[in-house]
């Protein structure tokens, strides 16, 4: 697995405490799900606010912003490794949005792809995707929209199918909605938010109420 920091000590209670003589794959996957979410909410704590780039032009621009992780709302098979290269040569994390990426499925063969690529993450609203992606040791992120609170239900139960390792709630100003809830349930889940995002006193207030970082496509906003 392709990190940047190392694991800390895993959760009380959770494989990495009660293991097994002979470990199953089961148990690999609960281990290995520990520590990428262990490390991912360190990440964030050093990223307030995430660079999600949509447009070349604005790919280097990112490399020189405060925080460790960088997204990529954009890009295609020929382009996605060099991308992501010039991300991990800044000593950042490469994350890719799959249901944004052009000319790639959401399939096991996909993620492969990405993860030969120094890809180290992956966004999605699907759940296929994201295991394929912890499969493979890279950061799996869902991405849920809370429209109303039929979709707030709703993401909560997705939950209880695919733990991933941080979830992103759009629009930005909706995750504070579902902190509390998620967290009774959840204490040690990150929630990121994104979309419509247009002042850092949105992105200062979002923090205060609890998000752990704030994805934001205008490059203005990179400086924190």
């Known amino acids: 697995m392709a ?5 800390g000590p895993a959760r009380p209670g959770r494989a990495k405490d009660l293991a097994p003589a002979h470990p199953t794959d089961s148990y690999r996957r609960a281990v290995r799900a520990t520590s990428n979410a262990q490390q991912l909410t360190r990440l964030l704590k050093q990223t307030r606010i ?22 990529f709302l954009f890009g295609n098979p020929e382009d996605i490794g060099t991308m992501a290269e010039m991300v991990v040569a800044a000593g950042k994390i490469p ?46 992120i869902k991405r849920t929209f809370l429209l109303d609170s039929a979709a707030l239900e709703s993401a909560l139960r997705s939950l209880d199918q695919f733990e991933p390792d941080a979830l992103e709630v759009l629009p930005a100003m909706a995750a504070p909605h579902i902190v509390t809830r998620l967290h009774q349930a959840y204490p040690d889940l990150p929630v990121i938010a994104g979309g419509l995002v247009k002042t850092m006193r949105e992105i200062e207030e979002l923090v205060q109420q609890g998000v752990h970082a704030v994805s934001a496509s205008d490059y203005r906003l990179w400086i924190a």
């Open 50 to 71: 995430i660079p999600a780039v949509r447009d070349a032009k604005f790919l280097e621009r990112s490399t020189t912003s405060p925080g460790k992780i960088v997204y």
């Open 3 to 7: 990190t940047y920091v190392e694991p």
């Open 95 to 140: 994350i890719v949005n799959v249901d944004l990426a052009a000319g790639l499925s959401r399939d096991q063969a996909a993620i492969s792809y990405l993860a030969h690529r120094q890809v180290l993450g992956i966004i999605s609203t699907h759940p296929e995707p994201l295991r394929a992606a912890r499969d493979f040791g890279l950061f799996a």
